[in-house]
């Protein structure tokens, strides 16, 4: 019996769920999964695979939200599962945002630039889209179009790119040709999602699919035998199971064409990579609603009287914040500096919040007039400290021509300042001087001496004067999507916590026990990026204004 040792067998890991889209093989996938599912490192990952060996010199597109989200999430996540998972070899079997080898065959339609394509050695070329510029990529004809974290592509953008799946009919073979597949979590009306995909549930012909299951099943049975006879050296099992695989492919390949796979699964699919601790780890976090949403693909949400941040809501975030001009003239290989922030002027002064511990979050951001916009984040986790820190800032605002920033942060950054030691004090030297010793240009301000303790309660208030919008003197708080993603997700995870002290009085606290998780989870679920903002924007000038004005506003938690 053949086993995973034997030279003819290339071994795979795979999650159920992508094993069953492996074994339909459709025409055209949806899928909603939960957080961890291995959407573009496998289930992506494998379909262009697929679609390129099947149809060489094809013209293909790989669609995302934004080319900033492009180069630094999701193309590497295509190659990780290339290589991980698929044993593809960077210059041997793909390059990208260069031209190609001289041994890799052509497409059929010529490839001007290429800066944002992936080139596969049979000649395919994989187009890397944003959603922000569909009208120029719908000119071209493609044979077939991935497209990942579809919420943030409006069905309007879609309805323009789609059109462009047509031509060159050189592929009647593949169950590919002019073929999709969109993966994405589960839309949330409330954060101003698309759900769009919801309604492709409705292509989906169920008895279709489950007979493209049966016959990709027993077509890789098939496989699985023929690899054994050949280990045999049995020829008359061998030729046996050839003719079988003719026979086995056409039924199945006359299964698959023009079949849409509608699928929903949660994190659990990739159990046995992600853990079960990982699991609770996320419910003990993401309370009860919103683990519904996220992990188990199932309509949820934290509800608004759990919420810390009571009032934010879609009116406070803004996704045009990207330069599409600089953003499309940045090649795969080229990593972004200021000048993609549309909303930055690069002639006034930068306002940070940070928050120090084992992940140091850092919120930069702009006053302009009445608006005060959170430009961008960053993040370092440990072992990563200040320099880490400080260099990525430097190299990202490089360009930024006003070299001051003023720094906020917890008392707590101020600690040992008299022995020369404090974590404010490290990293305004590592800003303003360079691993070289290099003054660097940049002026840093401490804001928060002798800064008194911020009580959750008073943070909590005065929240909830500035997300309102109503007091005269706050400014209008603007958030970056896609610059400020793992923010915007601190602000909306945050719980409340009420207690009642020994008076009987409400005290009001913000639940932090998400900071315990481990590491590479603070970022996307923790508190401390909300921490770092709340230095940010808790400042003297707005503090005291909300305070005297607090007797006159009325809450929902006042008189309990």
């Given at each position: 019996?053949?086993?995973?040792?034997?030279?003819?067998v290339?071994?795979?890991?795979?999650?159920?769920?992508?094993?069953?889209i492996?074994?339909?093989?459709?025409?055209?996938?949806?899928?909603?999964?939960?957080?961890?599912?291995?959407?573009?490192?496998?289930?992506?990952?494998?379909?262009?695979?697929?679609?390129?060996?099947?149809?060489?010199?094809?013209?293909?597109?790989?669609?995302?939200?934004?080319?900033?989200n492009?180069?630094?999430?999701?193309?590497?996540?295509?190659?990780?599962?290339?290589?991980?998972?698929?044993?593809?070899?960077?210059?041997?079997?793909?390059?990208?945002?260069?031209?190609?080898?001289?041994f890799?065959?052509?497409?059929?339609?010529?490839?001007?630039?290429?800066?944002?394509?992936?080139?596969?050695?049979?000649?395919?070329?994989?187009?890397?889209?944003?959603?922000?510029?569909?009208?120029?990529?719908?000119?071209?004809?493609?044979?077939?179009?991935?497209?990942?974290?579809?919420?943030?592509?409006?069905?309007?953008?879609?309805?323009?790119?789609?059109?462009?799946?047509?031509?060159?009919?050189?592929?009647?073979?593949?169950?590919?040709?002019?073929?999709?597949?969109?993966?994405?979590?589960?839309?949330?009306?409330?954060?101003?999602?698309?759900?769009?995909?919801?309604?492709?549930?409705k292509?989906?012909?169920?008895?279709?699919?489950?007979?493209?299951?049966?016959?990709?099943?027993?077509?890789?049975?098939?496989?699985?035998?023929?690899?054994?006879?050949?280990?045999?050296k049995?020829?008359?099992?061998?030729?046996?199971?050839?003719?079988?695989?003719?026979?086995?492919?056409?039924?199945?390949l006359?299964?698959?064409?023009?079949?849409?796979?509608?699928?929903?699964?949660?994190?659990?699919?990739?159990?046995?990579a992600?853990?079960?601790?990982?699991?609770?780890?996320?419910?003990?976090?993401?309370?009860?609603?919103?683990?519904?949403?996220?992990?188990?693909?199932?309509?949820?949400?934290?509800?608004d009287?759990?919420?810390?941040?009571?009032?934010?809501?879609?009116?406070?975030?803004?996704?045009?914040?990207?330069?599409?001009?600089?953003?499309?003239?940045?090649g795969?290989?080229?990593?972004?500096?200021?000048?993609?922030?549309?909303?930055l002027?690069?002639?006034?002064?930068?306002?940070?919040?940070?928050?120090?511990?084992?992940?140091?979050?850092?919120?930069?951001?702009q006053?302009?007039?009445?608006?005060?916009?959170?430009?961008?984040?960053?993040?370092?986790?440990?072992?990563?400290?200040?320099?880490?820190?400080?260099?990525?800032?430097?190299?990202?605002?490089?360009?930024?021509?006003?070299?001051?920033?003023?720094?906020?942060?917890?008392?707590?950054?101020?600690?040992?300042?008299?022995?020369?030691?404090?974590?404010?004090?490290?990293?305004?030297?590592?800003?303003?001087?360079?691993?070289?010793?290099?003054?660097?240009?940049?002026?840093?301000?401490?804001?928060?001496?002798?800064?008194?303790?911020?009580?959750?309660s008073?943070?909590?208030?005065?929240?909830k004067?500035?997300?309102?919008?109503?007091?005269?003197?706050?400014?209008?708080?603007?958030?970056?999507?896609?610059?400020?993603?793992?923010?915007?997700?601190?602000?909306?995870?945050?719980?409340?916590?009420?207690?009642?002290?020994?008076?009987?009085?409400?005290?009001?606290?913000?639940?932090?026990?998400?900071?315990?998780?481990?590491?590479?989870?603070?970022?996307?679920?923790?508190?401390?990026?909300?921490?770092?903002?709340?230095?940010?924007?808790?400042?003297?000038?707005?503090?005291?204004?909300?305070?005297?004005?607090?007797?006159?506003?009325?809450?929902?938690?006042?008189?309990?």
């Open positions: 019996m053949i086993t995973k040792n034997d030279p003819l290339e071994t795979r890991y795979s999650t159920n769920a992508n094993q069953s492996a074994y339909i093989g459709a025409k055209d996938v949806q899928v909603i999964g939960g957080r961890g599912t291995t959407k573009t490192t496998q289930i992506h990952a494998e379909r262009f695979q697929e679609a390129m060996i099947e149809m060489p010199r094809s013209l293909q597109m790989f669609l995302c939200n934004t080319y900033e492009a180069r630094t999430n999701l193309v590497p996540g295509l190659e990780n599962g290339w290589k991980e998972y698929r044993d593809w070899k960077y210059g041997i079997d793909y390059v990208k945002g260069e031209p190609p080898p001289s890799f065959k052509r497409p059929f339609v010529p490839v001007e630039n290429w800066k944002k394509v992936i080139s596969h050695r049979d000649g395919a070329a994989i187009v890397i889209g944003s959603g922000n510029e569909v009208t120029g990529l719908a000119g071209n004809s493609y044979q077939y179009i991935g497209a990942d974290e579809v919420k943030y592509i409006g069905k309007a953008k879609m309805d323009i790119i789609e059109p462009a799946l047509r031509g060159l009919n050189h592929f009647p073979h593949s169950a590919y040709y002019r073929g999709s597949c969109f993966t994405t979590d589960l839309p949330n009306l409330g954060k101003g999602d698309d759900p769009w995909i919801l309604d492709r549930r292509n989906m012909n169920v008895e279709q699919a489950k007979a493209a299951y049966y016959c990709g099943y027993l077509y890789y049975q098939n496989e699985g035998k023929l690899a054994n006879a050949l280990k045999n049995n020829k008359a099992d061998v030729r046996r199971y050839l003719k079988a695989r003719v026979r086995l492919y056409a039924q199945w006359r299964v698959r064409k023009n079949l849409s796979y509608f699928f929903v699964t949660s994190s659990f699919a990739n159990i046995d992600l853990t079960l601790e990982y699991i609770q780890d996320l419910l003990k976090q993401l309370g009860w609603e919103e683990f519904k949403q996220s992990v188990l693909s199932l309509k949820g949400g934290v509800e009287g759990e919420k810390f941040y009571s009032g934010l809501s879609e009116a406070h975030f803004y996704r045009d914040g990207i330069n599409e001009n600089y953003d499309h003239s940045l795969l290989h080229e990593e972004a500096n200021c000048n993609i922030l549309r909303y002027d690069p002639n006034a002064e930068l306002d940070c919040g940070i928050d120090f511990g084992r992940m140091l979050s850092m919120v930069i951001a006053e302009r007039g009445k608006e005060f916009r959170c430009l961008k984040n960053i993040y370092k986790l440990a072992p990563e400290s200040s320099r880490e820190l400080a260099d990525h800032f430097i190299q990202f605002f490089k360009p930024h021509k006003r070299k001051v920033l003023n720094m906020y942060y917890d008392r707590s950054g101020n600690q040992y300042e008299s022995s020369g030691r404090s974590w404010a004090a490290e990293l305004k030297d590592c800003i303003e001087i360079d691993t070289a010793g290099n003054r660097t240009g940049w002026t840093v301000n401490l804001m928060s001496r002798d800064q008194a303790t911020i009580y959750q008073e943070e909590y208030y005065f929240m004067n500035v997300l309102s919008g109503q007091m005269e003197g706050l400014p209008k708080l603007l958030i970056d999507v896609y610059q400020c993603r793992e923010l915007k997700s601190s602000l909306e995870l945050t719980k409340i916590l009420q207690k009642r002290d020994k008076k009987g009085s409400v005290q009001i606290y913000k639940n932090k026990s998400s900071e315990g998780l481990p590491l590479f989870q603070l970022p996307m679920n923790s508190t401390n990026f909300g921490d770092a903002f709340k230095y940010l924007m808790y400042r003297k000038k707005w503090a005291n204004m909300a305070k005297r004005k607090r007797s006159v506003i009325i809450t929902a938690l006042d008189g309990m």
